[in-house]
Nanobody
Framework: QVQLVESGGGLVQAVGSLRLSCVASGRTFSNNVMGWCPQAPGKEREFVAAIDWSSRTRYADSVKGRFTISRTNAKNTVYLQMNSLKPEDTAAYYC???????????????WGQGTQVTVSS
């Protein structure tokens, strides 16, 4: 079992930046695919970014060029650098641990508790 704790959310103006962090504890972090999934009120949780054990990345089209996912295995931490934020990026952002990039968010082993990101216009 992997426990995930997110941080770094907050209120930011449009075109601003935030960096989210997710610290993992428990089972070996370096073997997990890690991802970020926002969920806005009344909407389903969706995929925006994932990174595998060799740091290969995948992004949703809506965030390509704006968001960057990275990981530091020595610190059991995955990051999401969010630039050029838009009001439509407003959501609770959840960290996920999974076996495969392509299964996020439908088949995830562990979720964090979420961190709120609010982008004002």
């Amino acid at each position: 079992q992997v426990q995930l704790v997110e941080s770094g959310g907050g209120l930011v103006q449009a075109v601003g930046s935030l960096r989210l962090s997710c610290v993992a504890s428990g089972r070996t972090f370096s073997n997990n695919v890690m991802g970020w999934c926002p969920q806005a009120p009344g909407k389903e949780r969706e995929f925006v970014a994932a990174i595998d054990w060799s740091s290969r990345t995948r992004y949703a089209d809506s965030v390509k060029g704006r968001f960057t996912i990275s990981r530091t295995n020595a610190k059991n931490t995955v990051y999401l650098q969010m630039n050029s934020l838009k009001p439509e990026d407003t959501a609770a952002y959840y960290c996920a641990a999974a076996y495969f990039v392509t299964t996020i968010p439908n088949d995830v082993n562990n979720w964090g508790q979420g961190t709120q990101v609010t982008v004002s216009s």
